[in-house]
């Protein structure tokens, strides 16, 4: 049974909702902080387009919004359920774009699915439901829930990104793949780095980190947790 809860963020009021009340102590703790929202602007400076990938029910798009109010956020969210919610969620927020696809490295057609327990005993059954990704491709398809069109992000994405911020539960690297138009115009990259995730891949967090190495980026900072990218010597951001 969805959870709904009211929240703020940058002087508007909206309801938020979410298959478990687990999911509003994401968003509670980073609103009402505003995450360090001086210093975040000091860092990174004008903001104007960003793209998140694996938006899921649009807690991260709400926090840019916070962050940046107004920047223009395309969020993307291949799981139809999920993309109800993130539809639903960023209502009042006409700046945010949901987009109901899956990115990739080209163009096909994947399966989601949820891990099993067995597969994957550190996610609770409870919390699955957000925790959905790619992973029928690598041998998890006991649940199957969608058939659904993947891109690459090139292939869509029009504006000159400022912000990419990349979640997809492993196929980090198919996106990555599937986004050198992208990172050519040098925007700032966040990925969602877990082990055990890129391991149903069979990569690593260093692959990732290798890869965007190879694409001229290096980490210079976390940001919610996660590493923070930028172009080597390119400084409009970090100095």
């Known amino acids: 049974m969805d959870a709904t809860a009211r929240f703020e963020v940058g002087g508007k009021e909206f309801n938020f909702t979410a298959p478990t009340p687990l999911q509003f102590r994401t968003l509670h703790k980073i609103v009402d902080a505003y995450y360090s ?15 998140d990938v694996g938006a899921c029910i649009g807690t ?4 840019y919004e916070a962050i940046w109010p107004g920047v223009e956020i395309l969020a993307i969210e291949p799981h139809p359920d999920n993309f109800r ?38 996610i609770k059954r409870l919390y699955l439901f957000a925790n959905v990704g790619m992973v029928s491709r690598y041998g998890l398809s006991d649940a199957f829930v ?13 504006w000159n990104v400022d912000f990419l911020k ?4 492993g196929s980090e690297m198919q996106v990555l793949r599937g986004a050198e138009g992208v990172l050519s ?8 780095l877990r082990p055990d995730n ?14 965007l190495q190879g694409m001229g980026y290096e980490a210079v900072a976390k940001f919610m947790g996660d590493p923070l ?4 010597n390119w400084r409009p951001w970090f100095s």
Do not use: W
């Not at 990349?166 to 539960?169: A, G, Q």
């Not at 990218?229 to 080597?232: E, F, H, I, T």
């Open 229 to 232: 990218y930028q172009r080597r």
């Open 146 to 158: 969608a058939e659904v069109d993947a891109v690459p992000l090139d292939s869509i994405v029009g």
């Open 185 to 192: 115009g040098n925007p700032l990259v966040t990925v969602e």
């Open 85 to 122: 919610y993130l539809v639903e969620n960023c209502r009042a927020f006409k700046n945010i774009h949901p987009v109901n696809i899956a990115v990739s490295d080209k163009e096909e057609r994947i399966r989601l699915a949820f891990p099993t327990p067995e597969q994957r005993p550190d």
């Open 60 to 63: 991260m798009s709400l926090v």
């Open 198 to 211: 890129l391991a149903m891949a069979g990569l690593t967090c260093e692959d990732v980190d290798e890869h």
């Open 166 to 169: 990349v979640d997809v539960e």
């Open 37 to 51: 929202t001086d210093y975040v602007r000091q860092r990174l400076g004008n903001i104007r387009h960003i793209v």
